[in-house]
């Protein structure tokens, strides 16, 4: 048996604003920092929805991601 873990880091869920809470990272150098101090802490993988810096909303376009 494998003691291997995944631990699957999600910064900037679909939901959360700074509105709601000044700790979710909407900026791409706030995702960075959150991404890189989690990677030190152990984590495996990142599933990102990249933000649109203006609206805050969730953005599928690829020049924002």
Known sequence: M?????????P????????MTPHV???????IDDVHRATE?????VHLHARDEITEEPSYKKEIY
């Open 25 to 31: 990272p909407i900026s791409v150098s706030e995702i």
């Open 12 to 19: 900037t869920g679909m939901i959360p604003t700074k509105k």
């Open 41 to 45: 802490a152990g984590i495996t993988m």
């Open 2 to 10: 494998s003691d291997k873990l995944i631990v699957n880091f999600t």
